[in-house]
């Protein structure tokens, strides 16, 4: 597995008690923000601060700019709504040619004005893509001068996670598959576009964090293909569980074979789905599009409903099953998982790697009742496939459903990445956070369109947090307000931790500041979180504090204002991640740092 900078491996944070964390302990982090921030304007120290060589701590690079493969943010001065809009014709074909004045956008119902319209037609010219191969980003990761001339914006380019769910799929199914996703991204990858391989094997890891380098993503695909894929098993346990309802001798027996089955099945989709929640939360802060491949054999929407509806045919006891079977029902929880991916701009494609399925009742181990075995698989299928469909048409994307012919369904998919509509709007309401929803519609007949259904309105606060992570997470960093991140020296508190100061230096010149009288004023909110070395985060913790500055002070060059905090942290390497807005002026810096404490 590649390894993230600083920390052995990356995976996204676990849902354990902040308290419990190994890297960070909370609490301190809280009282340190609670009362270390910024001081008074008119205090020399340090506050505003004639600018000086950083602090830094054992193992760190004083200098520690962000990389030149760095993801740039959108700027919260202007809280702007993307919408990626997919159009096709009666065939299937993707339209291009449309204008703004093409289209028109509701939200909650109500015309909207669109501010921005972004069209992209298509992939390079053969030429194109031919001087794009011959230009990858290097091993080191530095990217050629004809990628970033031909990227595209940063609010328009691509994130593409490539999720594979060995919790729900078998070995053959993914490899198979795997070889195909791999020819789709050499293929139909972008200049600027990024990609990241991640696997769910009963916990989240991070094959390959993103990289423009698709190279690097076929290498991770090909060690994927040698770890452990659950779905196999899965199927034999189900294979039993079918005979010993066929063996049982009463509604009771047999309703305690499908209960036992649907019990287990229904901790492995809640696990699954804590998972894909997990990361689709984390990518809230990404600017630009994103894009998830889902890759699994499907996932039930109401675990063992098909081993209750052979209850039912064998017993019928119709009533009865289905009540049992509602409460191992995940509908809600998709929903969720939908609704969070609209609202971080994040599109599911699903992909069934199962292809064309083989149904039990044709199978020659089953000689009998072929007539209910046919009606339970019919369950069986639609239920795993209900969720991949229910993912992709809520975010706008696509499934593919029922098919070996995984190099076309993929080309459609190609499509939507290289073919489709930007909408931008400003919202007329305050961001209240809020679920809001999305209608959009295209002028011209018999033209189909795609997209997210809806979203809910994030705070500055909440957008802050998200950005934050971003920074800490995929070393997403840009930093328009010149800010640095400066680590003092730690010290040992007894107990084995160490208090490590944290300053976030702001040049003054670069703050929105109103006058009044001989001051200027202005408005701050400042975010720190930390990631230690097993991956593991402390929530995103904030502080908003005024800046006073007297008029004399900006005058002198190279001042700065200074905001103060200890971390508390065991020995170790850690990753500091920092946001800060001005809440005037509109705009945002993230960035991240590495720093060891301790032997």
């Known amino acids: 597995m590649a390894r993230f900078p600083v920390t052995p491996s990356f995976h996204i944070p676990s849902t354990r008690p902040a ?36 602090a830094t701590a054992a193992g760190t690079d004083a200098a520690a700019d962000p990389t030149e493969d760095q993801v740039f943010f959108e700027s919260l001065a202007v809280n702007v709504v993307n919408v990626d809009v997919f159009v096709t014709d009666k065939d299937d ?18 015309p909207v004005e669109l501010t921005n319209f972004y069209a992209v037609d298509g992939e390079p010219t053969a030429a194109g893509r031919a001087e794009l191969l011959a230009n990858l980003p290097t091993d080191d990761g530095e990217v050629p001068d004809f990628i970033r001339q031909n990227a595209r914006p940063p609010e328009q380019q691509l994130h593409l996670i490539v999720y594979v769910d060995n919790l729900f799929i078998s070995p053959f199914s993914r490899n198979n598959l795997i070889r195909e996703v791999n020819r789709f991204l050499t ?72 209960d ?80 969070r991916a609209n609202t971080n701009r994040v599109t599911f494609y699903t992909l069934d790697a199962a292809g064309a399925y083989t149904y039990t009742g044709i199978s020659a181990e089953y000689g009998n009742s072929t007539q209910s075995y046919s009606e339970m698989d019919f369950v069986y299928d639609s239920n795993r496939q209900e969720p991949l469909m229910m993912m992709a048409e809520g975010t706008g994307g696509q499934s593919v459903l029922g098919t070996a012919n995984f190099g076309d369904a993929l080309e459609r998919i190609a499509a939507d990445l290289t073919t489709y509509y930007s909408l931008g709007y400003s919202p007329l ?17 018999g033209l189909h369109v795609r997209y ?34 400066v680590f003092g020296e730690t010290q040992a508190d007894g107990r084995g931790n160490y208090l490590l100061p944290v300053e976030v230096r702001i040049p003054l010149a670069e703050i929105a500041l109103l006058p009044r009288g001989t001051e200027r004023r202005g408005q701050m909110r400042v975010s720190l979180s930390v990631m230690d070395s097993d991956g593991d985060t402390s929530p995103a913790a904030q502080n908003a504090f005024p800046v006073v500055v ?50």
């Open 19 to 54: 308290a419990r964390l190994t890297g960070v302990v909370l609490a301190a982090l809280l009282v340190a923000l609670g009362t270390g921030a910024a001081l008074p304007a008119a205090a020399q120290q340090p506050s505003a601060q004639a600018a000086q060589p950083e």
């Open 93 to 110: 074909k993707p339209v291009t040619g449309l204008t703004r004045d093409d289209f028109e956008l509701l939200e909650d119902g109500r």
């Open 187 to 258: 293929l139909h990858l972008q200049p600027g576009d990024r990609a990241m391989l991640v696997s769910f094997d009963r916990t989240l890891n991070i094959r390959q964090p993103f990289t423009t380098d698709v190279r690097l993503i076929g290498r991770a695909m090909d060690e994927l293909m040698t770890v452990r894929a659950f779905g196999e098993q899965a199927k034999q346990d189900r294979r039993d569980l079918i005979h010993r309802i066929d063996d049982s001798q009463s509604v009771a027996e047999a309703m305690s074979h499908a």
């Open 260 to 339: 036992f089955y649907a019990k287990a099945m229904f901790h492995d989709v809640e696990t699954s789905l804590r998972g894909m929640d997990e990361l689709v939360s984390s990518l809230g802060g990404l600017p630009g599009r994103k894009a998830l491949l889902y890759v699994s054999e499907g996932v039930p929407m109401t675990a063992g409903e098909d081993l209750f509806a052979l209850v039912d045919l064998k017993y019928g006891q119709r009533s009865a099953s289905q009540l049992s079977a509602h409460r191992y029902r995940v509908r809600r929880q998709f929903r969720h998982l939908v609704a």
């Open 429 to 445: 309401h305050a961001e209240d956070g809020r679920y809001h929803h999305i209608e959009v519609r295209v002028k011209k007949k």
């Open 452 to 485: 997210r259904q809806g979203y809910r309105s994030k705070t500055v606060q909440s957008r802050l947090d998200d950005g934050t992570m971003a920074a800490l997470l995929y070393d997403a960093s840009v930093n328009p307000l010149r800010v640095k991140l």
């Open 550 to 599: 007297q008029e004399e002070e900006l005058k002198e060059e190279g001042r700065y204002y200074t905001y103060a905090a200890q971390l508390l942290m065991r020995s170790g390497s850690h990753q500091v991640g920092v946001g800060v807005v001005d809440e005037i002026g509109g705009e945002s810096s993230f960035l991240s740092r590495p720093v060891r404490v301790g032997s």
